[in-house]
């Protein structure tokens, strides 16, 4: 499967704890060109945390080469349920970026649409930058059909380890043009192998329309 430059890997520190931390992200096709979608946890500690510093997003990001350059955060948006009770099932972040000389994201790497209120069991392409793989250092996909998982949320078993937290769980991946509609953003690895995001309804799309024209 080819690499999708509308998928990339994340940087930031934790000031609760002054350690640098990775996740993944993908860019969404939005009125402002600027947004990408990720994990709740990749922005805020949760429940007890703070908001993350220093963040910024590599598109296609490959052994430290960052082909489209770097994307620093201007806003982030995530679930006030995230923020003050760890709520896996809203486990999901929206993060406005700063333009890179002039130029902003989607109008350099391309970008995913949004799909919400799908059934639990879809076809999906999870995208992302898992630890556990070649040291994070490349991009990774894993296909399968979701199933539902008791709390709500959805599962495919990737074995996707940390560092692919927030990347895009992806209808209708088209591997020519490295687009998708995302349905889902990676958030727990669970045993057996089993990853997990959070169900994408109306209060998602609700986060696209509130975010998505934030320039």
Partial sequence: MTESAAVGKVFFTDPGNGLDYTCSASALNSSSKQMLVTAGHCVHGG???????????????????????????????????????????????MVTTWPLNGNKIVNVTGGHGLSWNYSREQAMTVMGYPGNR?????????????????????????????????????????????????????????TGGWNRSSYFDDSVKAMFDAQGGVT
Wanted: charged content about 20%; glycine content about 18%; proline content about 3%.
């Fill in 134 to 190: 070649d040291n994070g250092q490349l991009q990774w996909a894993c296909t399968g059909t979701t199933r539902a998982v008791g709390d709500g949320r959805l599962e495919l078993r990737c074995d996707f380890g940390g560092g692919s937290s927030g990347g895009p769980w992806l209808r209708e991946f088209n591997d020519a043009g490295g687009l998708g509609q995302v349905n889902g953003a990676m958030s727990t690895l669970a």
């Fill in 47 to 93: 429940s007890g945390g703070t908001w993350m510093t220093n963040w910024t997003y590599a598109p296609r990001f490959r052994s430290g080469a960052r082909p489209f350059g770097t994307f620093a955060a201007k806003q982030f948006r995530t679930f006030n349920s995230w923020i003050s009770s760890s709520d896996k099932g809203r486990d999901v972040a």
